[in-house]
């Protein structure tokens, strides 16, 4: 018989070479909290997390529907049951991009959205371009198929719009895609039209495709407009990815999609039946929660994703107010999204060499757990989640201050 010993068994360099910037920020990093205070935990972007944000009945009520019904207990098509992919169309498609059942993909999760796009439009070796702050799981996929990323600086001092001539250098014969996050996790921002068709021009002045990844959409402030990217252009063809997790308020139902808005035939003859063919490596996603999705987006109203978005409005008006005032700290407001990034001047802080520290010695001291821009591949910054109940919020927030003022000097 073979003897095993001591013999480490080799992994793949693919699944070595997956990079996660906020696993390498906690990389064996212990963090200590101050045991005399309450935890106040601003770092997980996900709406369960404080129970203050319940699921609509009509939404347990259908996955329940699915269960009783007996009829989605087998293998569904691989890129998605007829009845969920019709929905979505149906709930998606405008006037200036139409979309029919054909046009849809059913995944797990947007974050399976974007890892069966990257791995459609990239070869290793090539490149594709991700804005920065990062939405960390991009450089992950991108990784994992070998793919560089080509970062494109978004812009505090401009509400987080990306410098589209700088852009437009980066792109190279082996750039295959732009993606754009918007509105932005990090960074809270929503694009306006015009920024939008800026970066198209960018795309079809090389021919590219965009992967948009629009998991927010419809998820802003009062008075503000997300555009679908798509929408605002007849020549780009666009991977629109998104999913239920966030607006739904169900991350873990795992359900997400690809809206392909082909033009002109360019995705047709590879792009989409290998969009098909990748969606076959796990014979689909769970069918229970794609039979409850025609009554899902049908059904529940749209006041529930804008009660969240009134907390998170609520939340954000708090922590600007709070932070706003604190030498050596930056609130840079959002429009949408879950987020808002606080700018970090560290030379005020010289007992704070790096965001990283001050991460981890708001944690120590004050038992606010922030993320630092690192994870972001944005160091100077601080993210937020503006998820939890205000009272919280502010009882955050006035932590931060003063954990700051004890920091701070001139
Ligand atoms: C949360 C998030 C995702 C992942 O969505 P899932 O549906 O949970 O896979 C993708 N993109 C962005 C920008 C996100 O914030």
Redesign the pocket.
Known sequence: MMDFGEQTIIASNESKGIVNAVRDVFDGKKMETNPTKELLNLSI?DPTFFGNLPVHQVMKEAVKEAVDSDNFNGYGPAHGLLCARQTVAKHYTTPEAPLTDDDIIIT?????A?DSCFTVLGEPGQNILVPVPV?P?DSCVAASRGLTIKCYQLSPDRQWEADVDKMDQLIDKDTVAIVV?NP??PCGSVYSKQHLLDILAVAEKHSLPIIA?E??NDLVYKGQHSYPIATLSKNVPILS?G?I??KYLV?GW?V?WILIHDRHDRFKKEVVPSLIKVSRKSLGITTLVQAALPKILDTVPKSYYENTMSLVEANANIAYGELSVVGGLTPVMPSG?LYMMVGVELSKFPHINTTVEFMEKLMAEESVFILCGECFLSPGFIRLVLLMPSEKMKESCHRIREFSYRHYEV
């Open positions: 972007g797990c999760g947007c974050s399976g974007l939405y799981l996050v932005s996790n990844d998991i927010y990815c999913g997790g966030k991350p795992r997400g999204a």
